[in-house]
């Protein structure tokens, strides 16, 4: 298969577009919490840090796991376990840009 046959599908991906929207939403909501100081990003910059990688993981199984015989509370215990390191890690990564 041709390289750029290979780089058109690989974007075309549901998870890969899910993961790069949510990555831009990030960068660009935690950049207007640094320039304009306003609190109020805060919650919107931890919300999206915490539920990229979980969100875009779900969308990642569902896309290659043909036969979707996953239980609900594997999933669940994913989705919450991702949730819970991806708000830890955002809540590090916004307290250190907070205190520049």
């Known amino acids: 298969m041709h390289i750029m046959t290979r ?4 974007f075309h991906r549901r998870w890969f577009q899910i993961f790069a929207g ?4 990030f960068i660009a909501t935690e950049e207007a919490f640094i320039i304009t100081g ?6 919107t910059v931890i919300l999206l ?3 990229l990688v ?3 993981f779900i969308a990642y199984v569902y896309e ?9 509370s594997c ?5 919450l ?4 390191v991806g708000l830890i890690a955002a809540g590090c990564w916004n307290l250190k840009q907070y205190r520049k």
């Open 75 to 79: 999933i669940l215990t994913c989705f």
């Open 38 to 43: 306003n609190p109020n990003f805060f919650p």
């Open 54 to 56: 979980p969100v875009s």
């Open 64 to 72: 290659r796991v043909p036969a979707k015989d996953i239980s609900l």
């Open 7 to 10: 780089i058109f599908h690989f």
């Open 81 to 84: 376990g991702g949730g819970a």
């Open 22 to 25: 949510g990555l831009l939403l």
């Open 49 to 51: 840090g915490a539920l």
